[in-house]
């Protein structure tokens, strides 16, 4: 017995046969935390449990305490087995802690494909290059040698394909653009969303451009997320000479200050560009808004600027004729009790014009100049609750009245906004008043509408916070 303690392989037998299930326990229920955590190592800890501890095991068993040459072929074949296998563990370990779980908008994260795969193959050939040389005994100065005029001859024979990639490696070195970057070239406008061997992927919206590094490297392109938050729209409209600079100015500014798509904290700026064009820059959060700000921006215009008696592409607004103010005065006439002697009073008196749909009627806080009476469409009053959300709270449809508040001047509690377009009729305030001393049964329902929708507007508030 004292022979067998002894001997040098009863202690490697004794190691392996202890410390390989006791291992395997262990690396089994840390796999098991990581998988509950959703951990990025969990797939790093299975490769070392399922893979590399009993590879590792059985070249212990033969080499130590089977005591088989090193250079038999067995024994290579594992360790190069073994080999592999740890090339696998380091690729998916640097992969998991580097890049896998990286925080959104690190450079961990921006960091282009071309990078990785780039050092992937690197890993992979300092990997073999060691395998060749200290398991099979290789000459690997040699191997690389002849790999060297190997490549030569297909650099002559692909000079195409690697310039693309030399033209993609020296363009990701320069980084003029980012992942997620939006650029402007001379073939395709979008984000950047991927850059490989070749090519660069340029999202334009309505498919994906693959353009060839070699291309984009020689060519002009604007790059619209550098600086950050400085990227603006353009949008170029048309007035008549006779129409008042400022006063449409004004308009614009206050048209393009409603876009959902403005950039917080940011303020759109108008000036004359020419003796009938208008450049309006609007500051957006991101040039993926570009054509939704810019054709709602042109929609809302088209009904701002004949409410506001201008003459967008120098055209008339015949809307408002004598018929339709007569026809829409008969609509809201049960609202206001009007008979058909006030009817006939009214109709140079009041205004007829439109909103477009999502366009704001009125905002909360105002204090309104008018009464505005619905005729077509449907209005939403919606409030903002403590969070900043928007909470709808009733909708207005024809024969329905906004800015009551006219006669207290008091603030409304409510905005409105279009939910299609919308036809309306203004009032005054003097017109209201008149009305108001000949039928002073009107305040009463003025009144009563001003504690409905102040009750409507408790209860909405109460069902968002519930």
Known sequence: ??????????????????????????????????????????????????????????????????????????????ATVFGFVVLVLLLSGLNATMFQGAPEGSWRKRIPSIFLDVARFAVIAVGVGIMLAYIWGANVGGLFTALGVSSIVLGLALQNSVGQIISGLLLLFEQPFQLGDWIDAPTARGRVVEVNWRATHIDTGSGMMIMPNSALAAASFKNFSRPAGTHALSVTTTFSVDDPPDDVIAMLNRVA?????????????????????????????????DFAAKSQFMRWVWYASRRAGLHLDEAEDEFAT???VQTSLRIIAPTLRLSHEDQE??????????????????????IPKRMTFIVNGRVRLAVTDDTGGIVPVRTLESGDFLGQTALTLEPVTAAAYALDEVTVLWFDRDVIEDLVSKKPVLLQDFGRAIEERRESLRRALAAAQD
């Not at 390989?20 to 070392?48: G, Q, S």
């Not at 009073?345 to 105002?366: C, I, W």
Request: glycine share 6%; proline share 7%.
């Open 257 to 289: 200050a409603m876009l959902p798509q403005l950039r917080p904290g940011a303020t759109p700026s108008s000036v004359r560009s020419g003796a009938m064009e208008y450049s309006t820059g609007v500051p957006v959060r991101s040039p993926a808004d």
């Open 322 to 324: 004598t018929e339709r």
């Open 345 to 366: 009073d009214l109709v140079t008196r009041v205004r007829l014009t439109r909103y477009g749909a999502e366009e704001y009627l009125q905002h909360s806080g105002q």
């Open 1 to 78: 017995m004292s022979s067998i303690f002894e001997s040098e392989w009863f202690y490697w037998a004794v190691a392996v046969a202890i410390g390989f299930p006791v291992c395997l326990v262990l690396l089994t229920e840390l796999h098991n935390a990581l998988l509950r955590r959703n951990n990025a190592l969990a797939r790093p800890v299975h490769l070392v449990r399922n893979y590399i501890l009993p590879l590792g095991a059985l070249l212990i068993l033969l080499v130590q305490a089977i005591q088989v040459n090193g250079e038999a072929t067995p024994v290579r074949v594992v």
